[in-house]
C-alpha cells in the first residue's frame, strides 16, 4: 500500500508531498490545478512511459518518489534523455539504481514491490485495473462482454498460469528478438571498429604535421631576422671598405700643431665684454644726465613749520573751549539755597567764565583771520615759487598746506 508520494518538478509540480491515510484518499480543487498530474506520476513509476513533457520547465530532470508501507522506497527519475529506478530498501543506505533502459520497460524488482502491472487477457489485450484515465469509467464498464469474460476467466488459477505462461513466452521472444538485434548492432560495431583502424596511422601522420607546422612556423619567423642580419652584415662590410680606403689616405697625414692655452684669452675677452657693457651703460647714463638743469635753492621753512604747529595748538585748545561752553549750556538752574554766598561766587566765576570765553572767541576770529592772512601770504608766496621747496617738484599749493611734500612718497 502506498503512504506518500512525493513529485519533484514534475510537470505543473515544483515540490509537492501527498500523504495518503488509511482507506479512500480523495484530490479536490479547480481545474488546472494539477490533480492529473499526480495520477499521471503514477502511471510513470508503474509503466516507465516514453519521454514527453513530464520536465517542469526550467528544470533538467524530474523525480516521482512513492513510499510503500513496508518502509520501501521507489523513485522514478526522467531525465531529458534516459529514465531510471532507485529503489530504497530498508536497513540500507545506497539505493540500487536501474539506468539504460528501454522505453517502457520497467525492472523486474520494481515491479515486484509495486504491483501495479496491468492484467493481461487471452487475446493480448491488456487492462490496467490500478490506475484509470480521466473522464472513463471504471475499468469493466467500458469494455466489451468479451473482454469482461476474459477479464473474469483469468481470475481463476488457471487462467492465470496460462496468462503468466504467455506472458513469459513473449517475454523469451522479446529478450530472443533483443539478443539478436544486439547482435547485429554488435557486428556493425565492429564494422566500425575496422574502418577505424587506419586512426593511429593517421594520429602519428597529424603528429608529424603538426611538428613540421611547428618548425615551419619557426622558420617564418627566423628567415626575416636572418635576412635583416644580412643586409647589416652587407651594410658593415661595405662601411668598413670605405673605412679602409679612409685610413689609407689619412697615412699620409701629419700630425696638427700642438694648441696653446686660451683660458687666460678667454678671461681676457670675458673682461674687454665686461668693459664694453659698462661703457654703453656709461653712454646712456651720459645722455639721461646731459638733458637735466640744477636745482632750484631751497627756502627755510623753518619758520613757516613753527607758526603751523602754533596754530594748530591754537585750534586745539579753541576746540577744547568749545566743548565746555557746549557742555555748560546745558546746565539747569540750581535750587533755591538759603546761603546764596556760595551761588553768588559761582555766579561770579560764570559770569569771569563768560567773559573769558568772549574774549577767547574774539582772540580765536583774530586768530583765525590772522591765519587766514598767512595762509593767503603762504599760498602766494608758494605759488611765485612754483616748486617744491623740499624737493623741488611740482608744487600745488593747497596740496602741500594740506599735507606737506608728498614727492618723497
Known amino acids: 500500500m502506498i503512504t506518500k508520494i512525493v513529485l519533484e518538478n514534475f510537470m505543473a509540480h515544483e515540490h509537492t508531498v501527498v500523504e495518503l491515510g488509511p482507506g479512500v484518499t480523495a484530490l479536490t480543487g479547480p481545474n488546472n490545478t494539477g490533480k492529473s498530474a499526480i495520477v499521471e506520476a503514477l502511471r510513470c513509476v ?21 513510499e510503500l508501507e513496508s518502509g520501501v522506497k521507489v523513485v522514478w527519475v526522467r531525465k531529458k534523455r534516459s529514465a531510471g529506478y532507485e529503489l530504497h530498501l530498508p536497513g540500507e543506505e545506497e539505493p540500487q539504481e536501474y539506468w539504460k ?3 517502457g520497460i520497467v525492472p523486474e524488482d ?33 469494455l466489451s462482454d468479451r473482454a469482461v469474460a476474459d477479464f473474469l476467466a483469468s481470475s481463476t488459477e488457471g487462467a492465470h498460469l496460462l496468462s503468466m505462461q504467455g506472458a513469459l ?30 586512426l593511429p596511422d593517421l594520429t602519428l601522420g597529424i603528429e608529424a604535421a603538426r611538428k613540421f607546422k611547428e618548425r615551419i612556423d619557426r622558420l617564418r619567423v627566423e628567415i626575416p631576422a636572418l635576412e635583416n642580419v644580412l ?9 668598413m671598405y670605405w673605412l679602409k680606403r679612409a685610413a689609407e689616405a689619412m697615412k699620409e697625414v701629419v700630425a696638427p700643431p700642438e694648441l696653446e692655452d686660451v683660458q ?21 647714463t651720459s645722455k639721461t644726465l646731459a638733458v637735466l638743469v640744477e636745482p632750484p635753492q631751497t627756502e627755510n621753512v623753518q619758520p613757516l613749520s613753527g607758526l603751523i604747529r602754533q596754530l594748530q595748538s591754537v585750534r586745539d ?75 623741488g617738484g611740482e608744487l600745488d599749493a593747497e596740496e602741500f598746506l594740506a599735507g606737506g611734500c608728498s614727492h618723497g612718497t
Open 46 to 66: 508503474a509503466t516507465n512511459p516514453p519521454p514527453r513533457h513530464f520536465i517542469r520547465h526550467g528544470a533538467k530532470e524530474t523525480r516521482v518518489s512513492l
Open 317 to 391: 585748545g579753541l576746540k577744547q573751549v568749545e566743548q565746555r561752553a557746549g557742555a555748560m549750556t546745558r546746565l539747569v538752574d540750581p535750587p533755591q539755597l538759603f546761603d546764596d554766598a556760595p551761588l553768588r561766587s559761582v555766579v561770579g566765576m560764570m559770569n569771569d567764565l563768560v567773559q573769558r570765553k568772549g574774549k577767547a572767541e574774539q582772540g580765536l576770529l583774530a586768530l583765525e583771520q590772522e591765519m587766514a592772512d598767512f595762509e593767503a601770504a603762504l599760498k602766494a608766496r608758494l605759488n611765485d615759487m612754483g616748486c617744491c621747496p623740499t624737493c
Open 169 to 198: 513466452k513473449r517475454r523469451v521472444m522479446e529478450t530472443k528478438k533483443e539478443v539478436a538485434g544486439r547482435d547485429v548492432r554488435l557486428r556493425d560495431i565492429e564494422g566500425e571498429l575496422d574502418a577505424l583502424a587506419p
Open 101 to 103: 533502459l528501454g522505453r
Open 264 to 284: 687666460s684669452l678667454k678671461q681676457q675677452l670675458h673682461q674687454q665684454a665686461v668693459l664694453a657693457a659698462q661703457l654703453r651703460q656709461s653712454c646712456e
Open 231 to 239: 643586409r647589416q652584415r652587407t651594410v658593415l662590410e661595405e662601411r
Open 110 to 142: 520494481i515491479r515486484k514491490v509495486l504491483r501495479l502491472d496491468p492484467v493481461d487477457l487471452d487475446g493480448g489485450e491488456r487492462i490496467d485495473v490500478h490506475i484509470g484515465n480521466q473522464r472513463e469509467p471504471v475499468f469493466l464498464l467500458n
